[in-house]
């Protein structure tokens, strides 16, 4: 590897890594303030759905984070864990924020969420993988 492509290389992990933090950020951000509940027009559970989403996202920039860093194995598991531990960090955030109590549902959709999101991320990545070799 070029001196150039190196270069290039961890300016493009930086960047990756500081997407992933800023994400981070954001959903504490969004888990600090009181719970004003979703509008009714949402069904009963869609919660789950938001947080299953948000989590797939986190994994998703994780994946990308580690791969862009050089990690080459159990990037998807690195990911998950990443992400799902971090969403258990947040239910315990969530504890001490006024109107919000840590939720095991919750919990449970964001991993749900972290593994989907790493998983379909490594298939993406290994088919994008395979297309340039071609």
């Known amino acids: 590897m070029h001196k150039?492509?190196?270069?290039?290389?961890?300016?493009?992990?930086?960047?990756?890594?500081?997407?992933t933090i800023g994400y981070m950020a954001l959903?504490?951000?969004l888990s600090s303030s009181p719970d004003t509940g979703l509008p009714e027009i949402f069904p009963e559970g869609f919660d789950k759905l938001t947080h299953a989403?948000?989590?797939?996202?986190l994994a998703s920039l994780f994946y990308s984070s580690?791969?862009?860093s050089g990690v080459r194995k159990y990037v998807?598991?690195?990911a998950f864990l990443l992400s799902a531990l971090y969403?258990?960090?947040d239910?315990?955030?969530?504890s001490f924020v006024p109107g919000r109590d840590p939720s095991f549902g919750d919990l449970i959709a964001d991993s749900i969420g972290s593994a989907l999101g790493g998983y379909f991320t490594s298939k993406f990545k290994s088919t994008e993988f395979v297309s340039r070799k071609a």
């Open 4 to 19: 150039t492509e190196q270069t290039t290389s961890k300016t493009s992990a930086g960047l990756y890594w500081l997407l």
């Open 27 to 29: 959903i504490f951000y």
């Open 53 to 57: 989403g948000a989590y797939a996202v």
């Open 66 to 68: 580690l791969s862009k």
């Open 76 to 78: 998807f598991m690195l």
């Open 87 to 89: 969403g258990l960090s």
């Open 91 to 94: 239910e315990f955030h969530q």
